[in-house]
C-alpha cells in the first residue's frame, strides 16, 4: 500500500437509464448492479467498492431521480437525494444519446444547494457524432457551474480511466474502509434477488418490469457444496404470474436458467434455483408490502 492512501465516497446520480448501473459494473470489474433498458431498473442504494494500491472510492448508484407516481417510486427519489448528503463528491450522469431532458433540470435545482464537487458525466458518446456532444456540453454548462465536464462511454469504457483519476485526486487521506477484495456493501441475498429481477425485465415488456418484487426465501449450502435457493417473484395482478410462468412454464424457466448462471458466478458454486410467482395486489402502494420488499421508509 502507498504512504498516503486516499478514500471516499462519490454518488452517481442522474434521470432513469442514463448508464448508472454500467458504470458502476465496468468500474468495479465485475456485476453488482442490475442492468436492463427499462427506466428506473435501480430501486435501492448500491454500494460498489473500487480499490487500488492508494486509494479507495465508495460509488453509491443512486436509483434515477424522476417524478414518483406511487409509494415506491417515492421511496426510489428519496434514497436518491438522501445520498447527496453522504458524499464526498456528486457524478451527475447523462445520456449523450438523448441530450437535455425536463427531469435534468430537477435535478440540476436540487445540485445547486449542495457543497460538494459536482462533475457532470456525459454518457454513451459512443452513441453520437463529436460535434452533437460539443453542443451538448455547452448546453449544459450554462445549467450550472460543474467542477468539471468528462465525456465518456460506459460500454465500451471510453475515457473511464481518466474519470477515476479526476475522482482520486479530489479524494483526501482517509482510511481504507472495505477489504481489498470486496466489491459491494450488499448480502448476497439482495445481489440473487436483483440478479432474478433483471432477469424478468429482460424477458418481459409492457406493464410487467416495475410490477415485480423477489424475496428470496432461502439459501442453503447442501452436503455437495451445491446451493440450493428458493425465491418467490411478486407481481401485482394474476394476469402479470401467468406472462411470468409462461406458456407451461416456459417463461419462469428461461428466467431461472438465465439467473442461475449470474448467481453461480457470485458465489463460485454450482446452484439450485427454485422459483416460484405470487400476487400480491398493489404491493408498490402499501408500506408494509414495501418494508418486507427490503424498501424501508426510515432510509430515507
Given amino acids: ?19 448508472k448501473s454500467t458504470f458502476m459494473n465496468r468500474v468495479i470489474g465485475e456485476k453488482i448492479a442490475i442492468m436492463s433498458d427499462k427506466a428506473q431498473t435501480t430501486r435501492n442504494k448500491i454500494q460498489g467498492v473500487y480499490t487500488d494500491d492508494d486509494s479507495q472510492i465508495v460509488f453509491i448508484d443512486t436509483p434515477g431521480i424522476h417524478k414518483p407516481k406511487h409509494k415506491l417510486g417515492t421511496y426510489m427519489v428519496h434514497a436518491a437525494e438522501q445520498s447527496l448528503n453522504e458524499v464526498d463528491i456528486v457524478l451527475f450522469m447523462i445520456n449523450a444519446e438523448e441530450g437535455y431532458g425536463r427531469g435534468d433540470q430537477f435535478i440540476v435545482e436540487r445540485l445547486k444547494g449542495i457543497e460538494r464537487p459536482v462533475y457532470l458525466i456525459i454518457n454513451k458518446i459512443d452513441r ?53 477484495d470486496h466489491i459491494t456493501d450488499h448480502p448476497e441475498r ?13 424477458l418481459t415488456r409492457e406493464e410487467i418490469p416495475h410490477s415485480v418484487a423477489v424475496m428470496i426465501e432461502q439459501i442453503k449450502t447442501e452436503d455437495d457444496g451445491k446451493v440450493h435457493i428458493q425465491a418467490v417473484i411478486v407481481v401485482e395482478r394474476k394476469s402479470q404470474k401467468g ?23 457470485l458465489l463460485g458454486s454450482k446452484v439450485y434455483l427454485e422459483l416460484w410467482v405470487k400476487v400480491q395486489k398493489d404491493w408498490r402502494n402499501r408500506s408494509m408490502d414495501l418494508s418486507e420488499f427490503g424498501y424501508r421508509e426510515d432510509e430515507y
Avoid: C, W
Fill in 1 to 19: 500500500m502507498a504512504d498516503i492512501f486516499k478514500s471516499g465516497f462519490a454518488a452517481i446520480v442522474g434521470r432513469p437509464n442514463v448508464g
Fill in 128 to 180: 453520437v457524432h463529436p460535434d452533437a456532444l460539443f453542443s451538448l456540453i455547452e448546453q449544459y454548462k450554462d445549467l450550472m457551474d460543474f467542477t468539471e465536464i468528462i465525456p465518456i462511454s460506459a460500454l465500451e469504457g471510453n475515457n473511464v480511466d481518466h474519470l477515476l483519476t479526476v475522482v482520486k485526486d479530489q479524494l483526501e487521506e482517509g482510511p481504507q474502509y472495505y477489504p481489498d
Fill in 190 to 202: 439482495f445481489v440473487i434477488s436483483e440478479f432474478i429481477r433483471e432477469k424478468v425485465l429482460q
Fill in 243 to 265: 406472462i411470468i410462468i409462461g406458456k407451461q412454464g416456459s417463461m419462469l424457466k428461461e428466467v431461472g436458467t438465465r439467473a442461475r448462471k449470474d448467481i453461480e458466478s
